[in-house]
Structure formats: structure tokens, C-alpha cells
């Protein structure tokens, strides 16, 4: 069972790391809670975090959307953003600013500053190994593995579990998909015992 999970890709801020996994996340559903009604960014250069955004809203009415020099937004997202009173900053971003481990601003290149008590980025992410791909599985456009209900790949013998697969990306499904996939490969074992045994030839004791 391959259970090698992904990397999250990083921007390149001055002092992102220094935050990350502290006061800046990039799942809602795991970390929003207990930034509840704060000041909250979404970080979003590289790739679309119109959905990201609206999600944010859930948790707390002040989001405000970084480009960071770039904008993948439709004109029709940058309107629905607006009616949801998420402002829009397309400047860059210099730096982060802080401490110990708690994120207070953002500061731009042109120098203004930005309250923020928590970040979310979406910046894509790869697989920590390409072992699946060296096996033959199949892959989604993603690069995720595709995998039956039972976490069995498209190679006999080859299971996957967590969050190199199709699903969500969650803790709590990836030691279920592991269970689901321990019970499956142990079944299969003790069919092929089984099977061995019932192929071995008869020893006749004189």
C-alpha cells in the first residue's frame, strides 16, 4: 500500500514559512474554525481562490483577496467577490510581518499594510513520490491516482491510501481509506494461501 501523500507548493514570501501551519493554512474546513470572525487573507497568485474566498465567508465577514501581482479571476467572479465585500489587492506582496508564529500584516511593494490575523493560500501542490507512476497506475489530469471504492489502483496488487488519491484531502479519510485498504489486502492474501494449498500435490506418508 503506497500512502506517500502530496507537497503543498509554498510562495515565496518573505517570512511565509515562519507562519505556515501556525496562522496560515490552506484547508478552511481544518483551520477556519478557530480563526472565527478574524481578519482573514486569501492567498491567491498562481491559481483561482475565487471558491476559496466565498468558502471563507463561512467563518468570518472580513476576507480580503491578495493577487499578489497576478489575477486568474473571471470577470464574473471579480463581481460576485465584490457583492460579497471581498476587497481585491492585485500590488505585490513584500513581506509578512509578525510574531512568533501569529501573522498581524501584510505588507505590500508600494508599502501599505494590510491587517491580517490568518492567511489561506491555494498554490497547487505535487505528489511527494512518482512510485505510482513508475508502477503503470493510472492518473487523473491532477496527477492523483486513480483508485476503486476499495483503494485498489489500476495495477493488480498496488493499493492507495490518503492524499495521493482522487479524494479529499483529509486525515480522517486517509486513515479510513487505509483500514478499507489493510482489510482488502488481507483478504487477497488469504485467497492466494488458500489457493496454494489447494493446488499442492497430495504427500503420501508409507
Known amino acids: 500500500m503506497i500512502t506517500t501523500g502530496l507537497t503543498d507548493h509554498l510562495p515565496g514570501i518573505k517570512r511565509f514559512r515562519e507562519f505556515y501551519g501556525k496562522s496560515i493554512f490552506h484547508c478552511p474546513y481544518c483551520d477556519a474554525w478557530e480563526v472565527r470572525n478574524k481578519k482573514i487573507g486569501v492567498y491567491a497568485k498562481n491559481k483561482n481562490g475565487f471558491k476559496l474566498a466565498l468558502s471563507l465567508r463561512t467563518w468570518s465577514r472580513s476576507v480580503t483577496y491578495f493577487t499578489d501581482g497576478k489575477k486568474y ?7 460576485a467577490l465584490g457583492q460579497y465585500n471581498i ?4 500590488d505585490s506582496i513584500h513581506e509578512l510581518d509578525g510574531s512568533d508564529g ?3 500584516k501584510i505588507i505590500l511593494e508600494n508599502g501599505e499594510q494590510h491587517e491580517c490575523d490568518a492567511l489561506f493560500f491555494v498554490n497547487g501542490y505535487s505528489p511527494q513520490s512518482n512510485l505510482v507512476e513508475k508502477l503503470g497506475c493510472s492518473l487523473t489530469k491532477k496527477k492523483m491516482v486513480i483508485t476503486n471504492k476499495y483503494q485498489q489502483t489500476t ?3 498496488v493499493f492507495v491510501a490518503g492524499d495521493a488519491d482522487k479524494d479529499m484531502h483529509f486525515v480522517v479519510i486517509a486513515a479510513a481509506e487505509g483500514a478499507k485498504a489493510g482489510v482488502v489486502i488481507n483478504k487477497e492474501l488469504q485467497k492466494e494461501e488458500q ?3 489447494v493446488k499442492a500435490p497430495a504427500v503420501i506418508i508409507l
Not at 479571476?73 to 463581481?79: D, V
Not at 476587497?87 to 492585485?90: D, G, L, N, Y
Open 73 to 79: 479571476l473571471k470577470p464574473e467572479e471579480t463581481k
Open 87 to 90: 476587497p481585491i489587492i492585485t
Open 102 to 104: 501569529k501573522l498581524q
Open 155 to 157: 495495477v493488480p496488487g
Open 195 to 197: 489457493a496454494i494449498k
